[in-house]
């Protein structure tokens, strides 16, 4: 039987992210929805294609001062939520994720998600900066994409301090 494309989606972020076994990743659960959601609820975005997702984006806004902790590697994702104070403004976004099932890549529904999400945020928060934790050449190629289009500058996340 195969599986389906919620199933799918979950064997795909654990391939890609290995959150469950790397403790700088977010484990994204439940709880975790619901304090994205809470700091703004454009941070969790898929597009569904009648069968369940296909794409999934998680975007999370903080202020400079947590996004210059993560980008030194001071912090793990999981700290940056942690530290990212609800309602502040926000000037910096991080593009935490975006996942795609294969037969729908290519198709640009990971940029567009990301950018209606942008847009939104960008309605109640002054967003100057954004900033990514690369794991693949397509994760970094959208992130460089998105800047491009939203003219923000795109800073990365240098390896993690010992």
Known sequence: MALSNFERMIQLAENVFASKSNPDQLDVNEDVIKQLKRIHPATVSEH????????WILVIPTTSEVMNKFIDGHISEGELLKQTPLDAPYNALYLCSAMVLDEYRGKGLAKKLTCQAIESIRKQ???????????????????????????LPLLKRKPRAV
Request: charge should be negative; charged fraction near 15%; aromatic fraction near 8%.
């Open 48 to 55: 569904n294609d009648g069968n369940g997702p296909v794409v």
């Open 125 to 151: 928060h002054n967003i100057k900066t954004l900033f990514v934790w690369p794991f693949s050449k397509e994760g970094d190629a959208l992130a460089q994409n998105i800047a491009q289009t939203t003219t």
